[in-house]
């Protein structure tokens, strides 16, 4: 048989599995549907008992609903391609692998979960160490039809006669495939040296290190969904957290997880960690590594403590006939030795009003001594303690803190510059106020970590008192979880049980302490690049990321090293800007080649525009899929009336291209990306690693090169 028809009718072979799984799954969806329906019905049933009954029929709905919704759920998920590998083994025995792991009514395996021990040997086999697998066969679908096969022989002698090979690389058609507005699984594709980082024990603190492009992010996901599949009763509770560097980002990778039927996973940027603020403005890189660094723990505490804007000056209380008056020095002393006591201030009201108290009843007795009487201290306390006048001022004297109004106040730079006394330099306080001043501006990223940090300082705001919500006996439960939201969780949820931080080479120390937080009792995966940090001061982050592990064992470190993304055109040059910043071992090696040079445009100043208009129609007119504008963070705006952004073309600043992709990229203005940030060159370096065929940098000068 010529080529063409062997592979056809191989297709043909493998779309008659798929139709059968696809069937055997309309009949699990629709038991999982009747099974939802039943439990409704004991719901409603339930009623008409007495109490007792009643408890454990709704347990019992609650139950059934809650598994038929998680069932339909992972059933609904929209995969791409159920099912995408199958394993030939030695003695006939065939394994299909999927996304999902579905028996048929004889409880034979239809298709096995990539992440079951079964399925390992279809990433981990190689000639060398086959285990016994003859032949591994990608399947590519679309939705339920078949579209190709490609085959890989493992054990030659082993082929029997009757067994047809087609193909070759699955992986370099998959790399060399183009890119959409979202990032794809790997599934079907996962490397040898990816499947073991994926598997690697839930345990400890695993970092995944390695150049751009080596598939880090791909395989941190794919851990998660792992390790969710693995270990769902120690880590399911909890949940899994994951943090990438900004929403662009976290859209990006938005897809993959779902891809796998697991959308129990909290998926967050750094500007969004903290419930109720989505900050997405990026400081300047002076500011951000002033935000960023351990000192500001420091500046916080001290602001406050420092007396809030606005508190009356001076108390007066009438006690019997007497006006008693503390003075701005009095009240003063009266809050330092409250918060001589530590503690956070919301938490103090109580110490706060005893202290007042005391000091009230030193000015009594010390205007008694004056005339020769003497006080009853206890008495004193007492009744002024139950006066409502003595608790209308101890409210705005000792307010309530929040930590938003905090970081206001230091807006003032006065105020900052107490509160930074012998921290801050004189220009580091005016950069900061002038920051905190503007009120109409919202939050920026490096803000969030401090906010997240006066949260704690500050304590929980004392709660009000609320009425006992009556049950609703006939709410349907059928809502929760079905929305792939995963089980509910309480405000600022602080303690996940695994915890994925992506593109962790940026982390700043106080980046660090606010995710550490939410990590007490977790284990970890950490994701980075060093060659690729745009954070200054790496020692001082180094520190504040193993406070945030803590005493976490084992440590496992993995070294992914070969880049799947650029073609070796595109990352050539790459690695040349970078050349002198960054040791020859810490550099990946490309693997495809495109035979596509990156072009070089020298321009005048004055062709800028224009020459990046016409470079970015070129690329659109060249390549399928994406093509990404970069330019450095301050120009976005003006490049973003240059060029039409729409579903295919989209303008980002250089430090929110970290971890995306495109198929083609135009480059502006390289010289621009090292200068505006301290850690210049990297910068540039991660810019130049977002095309995966393409690249056309246009520059108004060569210092870059
Ligand atoms: N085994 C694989 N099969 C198919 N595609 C892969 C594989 N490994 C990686 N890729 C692809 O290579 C590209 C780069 O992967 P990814 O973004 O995870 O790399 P990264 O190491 O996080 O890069 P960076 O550090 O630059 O952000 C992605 O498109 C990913 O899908």
Redesign the pocket.
């Given at each position: 048989m010529s080529e063409p028809r062997v592979r056809r009718a191989e297709i043909a072979i493998e779309q008659e599995h798929v139709d059968r799984v696809y069937s055997r799954l309309a009949e699990l969806r629709a038991q999982a549907e009747a099974m939802r329906a039943k439990g409704y019905e004991i719901g409603h049933g339930a009623q008409r008992e007495a109490v007792f009954e009643q408890a454990s029929m709704l347990f019992e709905r609650d139950m059934m609903v809650f598994h038929a919704n998680q069932t339909l759920q992972t059933l609904d998920a929209e995969y791409e391609g159920l099912v995408f590998g199958r394993l030939d083994q030695v003695g006939n025995e065939k394994i299909y692998v999927g996304r999902l792991g579905i028996r048929d009514a004889e409880f034979d395996n239809l298709v096995t979960d990539w992440r079951a021990p079964a399925a390992a040997a279809f990433y981990q086999a190689t000639a060398e160490e086959p285990m016994d697998v003859v032949r591994r066969r990608v399947i590519r679908c679309s939705g339920q039809t078949v579209l190709d096969v490609d085959d890989d022989v493992l054990i030659p002698d082993a082929v029997p006669e009757d067994m047809r090979i087609v193909g070759e690389g699955a992986?370099m058609a998959?790399?060399g495939r183009s890119?959409g507005e979202k990032?794809?699984d790997?599934v079907a594709?996962?490397?040898r040296e990816?499947d073991e980082v994926i598997r690697a024990p839930w345990r400890g603190v695993t970092e995944i290190t390695?150049?751009?492009?080596?598939?880090?992010?791909?395989?941190a996901l794919h851990r998660a969904a792992y390790l969710l599949y693995r270990y769902r009763r120690q880590l399911g509770g909890a949940g899994v957290f994951v943090l990438g560097p900004s929403g662009v980002f976290t859209n990006y990778i938005s897809r993959v997880l779902p891809s796998m039927g697991e959308t129990n996973v909290e998926l967050r940027a750094l500007g969004e960690v903290l419930d109720g603020v989505v900050a997405t403005r990026q400081d300047p890189a002076p500011l951000a590594a002033i935000k960023g660094s351990l000192r500001m723990r420091k500046v916080l505490t001290k602001a406050m403590r420092d007396t809030p804007p606005d508190v009356p000056g001076e108390m007066r209380i009438v006690y019997r006939g007497e006006v008693l008056k503390l003075t701005t020095k009095e009240l003063e002393k009266v809050r330092r030795k409250v918060h001589g006591h530590g503690g956070p201030p919301n938490r103090s009201r109580i110490r706060a009003a005893e202290t007042l108290l005391e000091a009230l009843a030193d000015k009594a007795e010390e205007n008694a001594k004056a005339d020769g009487r003497t006080v009853d201290r206890a008495e004193l306390i007492t009744e002024l303690g139950e006066r409502i006048d003595f608790h209308r001022f101890l409210v705005v004297w000792w307010p309530v803190l929040y930590p938003g109004e905090i970081l206001r106040w230091l807006g003032d730079p006065a105020r900052l510059s107490r509160a930074g006394k012998g921290v801050l330099k004189r220009d580091e306080v005016d950069l900061l106020a002038a920051s905190f001043a503007d009120r109409e501006r919202d939050w920026s990223v490096a803000d969030v970590a401090l906010l997240d940090e006066l949260r704690i300082l500050v304590g929980p705001p004392p709660k009000r008192r609320r009425r006992a919500q009556p049950v609703e006996l006939d709410a349907a439960p059928a809502a929760r979880g079905s929305e792939g939201q995963g089980p509910h969780r309480p405000e600022h949820y602080d303690e996940y049980s695994h915890i994925v931080v992506?593109?962790s080479q940026d982390l700043s120390p106080m980046q660090w302490r606010m995710i550490g937080r939410r990590g007490k009792y977790a284990s970890w995966t950490v994701?980075g690049?060093p060659v690729?940090s745009s954070w200054p001061d790496p020692e001082e982050a180094a520190q504040a990321r193993d406070q945030a592990f803590g005493p976490r064992t084992p440590r496992r470190r993995y070294t992914?090293r070969t880049n799947?993304?650029n073609s070796k055109e595109i990352f050539d040059l790459a690695a040349k800007v970078v050349a002198g910043h960054a040791g020859a071992d810490e550099l990946p090696e490309a693997v495809r080649t495109t035979g596509l040079e990156p072009e070089v445009r020298i321009v005048d100043r004055a062709s800028v525009e224009a020459s990046t208009q016409a470079a970015a129609k070129e690329l659109l007119d060249a390549v399928e899929g994406t093509v990404g504008v970069i330019c450095a963070m301050d120009r976005v705006p003006e490049v973003q009336r240059w060029v039409q952004a729409d579903e295919r073309l989209k303008v980002v600043g250089s430090l929110d291209s970290?971890?995306l992709?495109y198929d083609a990229v135009v480059l502006v203005e390289p010289t621009e990306l090292i200068t505006e940030s301290t850690t210049g060159r990297r910068v540039l370096y991660?810019a130049l690693?977002r095309a995966?065929q393409q690249l056309t940098v246009v520059a108004s000068d060569r210092e870059w090169l």
């Open positions: 992986l998959a790399l890119r990032m794809r790997i594709t996962i490397q990816q390695g150049g751009p492009g080596t598939g880090k992010t791909a395989v992506d593109e994701v690049d690729q992914l799947y993304r970290k971890g992709e991660v690693t995966t």
